[in-house]
């Protein structure tokens, strides 16, 4: 306990040494003092997972705040405090009644957005909006929020592995974005790597130790590269620094897997940076220019690589001249130029930018800044739909902003149409939908919105939900009410379904098992009983193939040497059997993973469990938005004994045999097949297969799919084979 106050009284003393360029009287000092003792009391008790004192994370992100940002006093006071009403019973009230009221909004606007990031439900995507809204509050919230995130992605060890996944892709979806919307790159780029290093483990692991491996031979190059420019600067008199970056893990990563190359083939792994303090006499720009020339004296530069920030800035306010220029070796590397204003503003973002603005407090040299920012993001802030969008695209958040007949905007997902409006207007509304006045003109409910649009809907109280209506809407709302309509009137059917197949079977005079579901559920396309009894019960399919569908075998059930694994299976209070859980899991289309694969599942509605591949696009944003829907998944080889079986086989060589059969065996045989030997003469061919089978009964499939093959007279097993000595490992 004693230990714990000091680590804690040591921590808060390195904060205030880190505050001596932002503190301009004691009062600054006695608020900053004062405000950690507010946050370690009110925290007291309290650990984090880490087992650390609470109020370590508020003064780490703090720190971040000023050392790593450069924010000011208040902003220092408001991380210390953020996670005081948040998680204890202190109002904002209180805070505004100590603190003054400045510091209460920026904590009032930062315990908002805790909640919005807290909150386990498919609102957390809707509540995007309101953050970004913030901004229009004060920038300092969101700044002081991104402080927050890296100190807990630092630190993100020690949580449980699906809450990792849960924000380390909040992370990468919408934090790194919005760090790189603001200038803040360093921030950026280890919001990025830290993202990678847990969705991703493996493969971080691997580009580190690369990087680590080439290191030295890397820097040896740097060096060499660096000597003539070194040289040829001196000579004419510019007073500089030169430094060389690697690029990060992230980056590195992502250009394997875009470019598909090895990490040898990422040829610029580093970047080198000519940092210049300007001579009075001559602008910043021309400055970097003639440096350029001085740069490409000594290489030769590639004409179409030269980025030019300094006439044009980025919209996040980054200046620098880029140049990619070939060294010795035949190595091209980049080189920026920057002043060491723009420097500071590129690592630093935000807070470098009021320093170059002259004298003033925190507070009122903010606003200038929020104000270019809110130009950057397309002008006028009174046109809200247009500031939205601007900002959601630079963040590749996809949702847009529509209006009711009254003028009350609502946002709904790119790609929504009237009919998700109509439900997102009230659930009535939607399932009565029957047109819509989209801007005034008459359309069909299926029409998809634009931004701005206004619609009204039209309804009928004689219209019910449809279940081609699942294919024109995109809100989990729509479908759910559409969904639940439907399983009312489902509810019939499947009785009525039920009757009918009981009938055919009865007329076939065949009974009724589990292996007949087995057949049948695929062949009709048929996740289960009840999805078949309804759609045979509404008349969407037919019975008329059934007699020859219960003739064909049954799917292949030899392959499942891999299964898939889920870490936290269902959470309602039925359990459900091995069984069930399987057929409850399915891939998803967008990326097909396929056994070995990196994966993770989303329980989806009805407790189906959807597989994607990690990489996907889909799984990041479903963790970042449906954080709470995720269940660890992998696929888990099991070592089951199989034993080597040789089938040889004749029969008449008529056309198309071999295709047939090499279909078959790959198809439904697979990866077990050890050999394969066909030949033919006179009309007659004879065939050997060699493969692994775990029993007798998936041998006798086997043998009577290879028999079913039109031309095959004989197939037998050919005794003898060793089995002990063939094993799969
Ligand atoms: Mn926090």
Known sequence: MENDDQLVEQQFEELLSQCGSICKSPEDYATIRAAYEFARDAHRGVRRKSGEPYITHPLSVARIVVSEIGLGVKSVAAALLHDVVEDTDYTVEDIRYRFGDKIAQLVDG????????????????????????????????????????????????????????????????????????????????????????????????????????????????????????????????????????????????????????????????????????????????????????????????????????????????????????????????????????????????????????GAGSEDTQIDPWIEKLREALGGDTDDAVEFLDNFKIGLEVTEIMVFTPKGESRTVPKGSTALDFAYDVHSKIGSQAIGAKINHRLTSIFTPLSSGDQIEIITSASVTPKVEWLDHVTTAKAKTHIRQALRRESENSIKEGQEIFEAKMRELKITIQARVFRKVLPAYECLDKRQFYSK????????????????????????????????????????????????????????????????????????????????????????????????????????????????????????????????????????????????????????????????????????????AVKGVERVSRIEGVDASAAEIQ
């Open 110 to 357: 930062l315990t908002k957005l805790s909640g919005v990031f807290n909150k386990e439900s498919s609102e957390q995507a809707e509540n995007f909006k309101r953050m970004i809204l913030t901004l229009s509050d004060d920038v300092r919230v969101i700044i002081i929020k991104l402080a927050d995130r890296l100190h807990n992605m630092r630190t993100l060890g020690s949580m449980l592995p699906h809450k990792q996944m849960k924000i380390a892709s909040e992370t990468i979806y919408l934090f790194a974005p919005l760090a790189n919307r603001l200038g803040l790159y360093a921030i950026k780029s280890e919001l990025e790597d830290l993202s990678l290093k847990f969705r991703f483990p493996e493969e971080y692991a691997q580009i580190e130790e690369r990087l680590f491996a080439t290191s030295a031979a890397r820097q040896q190059y740097i060096e060499r590269f660096n000597h003539p420019i070194i040289q040829k600067l001196a000579q004419n008199n510019v007073r500089f620094e030169i430094s060389a970056r690697v690029k990060s893990v992230y980056s590195i990563w992502k250009k394997m897997k875009q470019k598909q190359v090895g990490f040898e083939e990422v040829y610029d792994l580093f970047a080198v940076r000519v940092v210049f303090d300007p001579i009075e006499w001559a602008s910043e720009k021309s400055q970097c220019w003639s440096i350029y020339s001085l740069v490409t004296d000594v290489y030769r530069p590639k004409m179409d690589r030269i980025r030019d920030w300094v006439g044009t800035p980025k919209a996040n306010g980054y200046e620098a001249l880029h140049c990619t220029v070939m060294g010795p070796d035949g190595i091209w590397a980049e080189v920026q130029i920057r002043s060491r204003r723009m420097d500071d503003v590129a690592e630093r973002g935000v807070a470098a930018h009021w320093r170059y603005k």
């Open 536 to 707: 045979l019960g509404v008349g969407m399919i037919k019975l008329d193939g059934l007699e020859k569908i219960l003739k064909q075998n049954a799917a292949t059930k030899l392959m499942k040497y891999w299964t898939l694994q889920i870490a936290r299976p269902f959470r309602s209070s039925k359990k459900k059997s091995e069984e069930d859980v399987s057929r409850h899991m399915i891939t998803a289309t967008c990326c097909n993973p396929i056994p070995g694969d990196e994966i993770i599942g989303f329980e989806k509605e009805g407790g189906v469990i959807e597989v994607h591949k990690r990489s996907c696009a889909e799984a990041i944003r479903l963790s970042a938005q449906r954080g709470e829907k995720i269940v660890g998944a992998s696929w888990e080889s099991q070592k089951v004994v199989s034993h080597l079986a040789v089938l040889s086989f004749r029969g008449i060589d008529r056309m198309g045999i071999m295709l047939d059969l090499s279909r078959i065996i790959s198809e439904q045989l697979g990866v077990n097949i050890r050999a394969v030997e066909f030949s033919s003469h006179d009309g007659i061919f004879e065939g050997k297969i060699s493969l692994y089978v775990r029993s007798s009964e998936d041998l006798k499939t086997i043998i009577e799919s290879v028999s």
